[in-house]
């Protein structure tokens, strides 16, 4: 069976620091892989999301980049935090592209302080 | 673009009754899901429902889709303190480059 993984869970780090956070999905291969980040009781907004090994594409301009080295690695960066970037950050996949079923990781709690 | 926006926000209701969320979206849609989170814990995918159905079932769940108004309605029926959570709605479009766009969400609270 597929899984999904995130680490670490939570991070408190301060602004200006740099930022790696790392998801790993088992179990099947080519997924569709997205990362999201959730403010405080909202919705999920979109913030990149890959299709294949070394291809990200960008939803919202921001201070964060992605990388897949990895065709079931993908990456969450920051070279400099800032306090708008504390939030709940998850992972998911899905093994078709467009609009179907995702499967979310169990989230990294950030707080930049 | 596909949004989904689901009411109420917030619904409190006692042991074993039902629990209605709704949900609208702006434009034409390939599907929508509905996901549950719990507290401080990632997505879980309930149910998806194609445009061309109407309604489906899943063991306490009940969905149901009207593609002419373009909303959906989430029924979890004879609720349990278990089922406190976020319940987020969630639009497929219609290609393959069009991403799942998510609603803000409703917060079940099922007080025993």
């Known amino acids: 069976s597929q899984t999904i993984h995130q680490w670490p869970a939570t991070l408190v780090q301060p602004v200006g620091s740099p930022l790696s956070l790392e998801c790993t999905v088992e179990g099947t291969s080519n997924p569709n892989l997205y990362w999201y980040r959730q403010a405080a009781g909202r919705g999920l907004q979109l913030l990149f999301y890959?299709?294949?090994?070394?291809?990200i594409s960008s939803e919202v301009p921001q201070n964060l980049s992605a990388s897949r080295p990895q065709d079931r690695q993908f990456i969450l960066s920051s070279k400099k935090l800032l306090l708008s970037d504390s939030g709940f950050y998850l992972c998911?996949?899905?093994?078709?592209?467009?609009?179907?079923?995702?499967?979310f990781g169990p989230g990294t709690r950030l707080l930049v302080l | 673009s596909q949004q989904g926006e689901e009411d109420p926000q917030a619904l409190s209701i006692q042991e074993g009754e039902n629990a209605t969320m709704n949900c609208s979206y702006k434009t034409s849609i390939n599907n929508l899901q509905w996901y549950r989170q719990n507290s401080g814990r990632g997505l879980v995918h309930l149910i998806l429902?194609?445009?061309?159905?109407r309604e489906k079932h899943s063991g306490r769940l009940r969905v149901t889709l009207d593609t002419s108004k373009k909303s959906s309605s989430l029924l979890i029926t004879a609720s349990r303190a278990a089922d406190t959570a976020s319940y987020f709605c969630a639009t497929g479009g219609k290609t393959s480059y069009d991403k799942v766009i998510f609603g803000p969400g409703t917060s079940l609270s099922v007080i025993p």
């Open positions: 998911a996949w899905s093994s078709l592209a467009g609009g179907e079923t995702q499967y």
């Open positions: 890959s299709v294949g090994i070394g291809q």
């Open positions: 429902i194609r445009s061309n159905e």
